[in-house]
């Protein structure tokens, strides 16, 4: 089992920045499909971004261009730079394997707001 651990979240204004951070034990990254997901609250989980082992990339509509997915093999780390927030990007982000899902861990509160 692979154990992820999500941090980097904050409060930040509206057209500001942050870079979540996904720390990876028990398996390597690269070997999998791995994503970023969010839930807002009163809202289902959602995907944001996904990184595929070909290296093709799903971003959700309405971070493409804002978002950036990457991977770090040397610290087996999965990063989420995220630029010109919006509000609505206020949620609890969450790393996990694409295509073999973990237990969800607690996740990062990200709060966009003047």
Excluded at 23 to 50: H, I, N, T
Excluded at 91 to 107: H, I, K
Aim: net charge neutral; with cysteine; charged share 20%.
């Amino acid at each position: 089992q692979v154990q992820l651990v999500e941090s980097g979240g904050g409060l930040v204004q509206p057209g500001g920045s942050l870079r979540l951070s996904c720390a990876a034990s028990g398996g390597r990254l690269s070997d999998f499909a791995v994503g970023w997901y969010r839930q807002a609250p009163g809202k289902m989980r959602e995907a944001v971004a996904r990184l595929f082992r070909s290296g093709s990339t799903i971003y959700l509509e309405s971070v493409k261009g804002r978002f950036t997915i990457t991977v770090d093999d040397d610290h087996n780390t999965m990063y989420l730079q995220m630029n010109n927030l919006k509000v609505e990007d206020t949620a609890v982000y969450f790393c996990n394997l694409e295509l073999n899902p973990q237990p969800w861990g607690q996740g990062t509160q990200v709060t966009v707001s003047l």
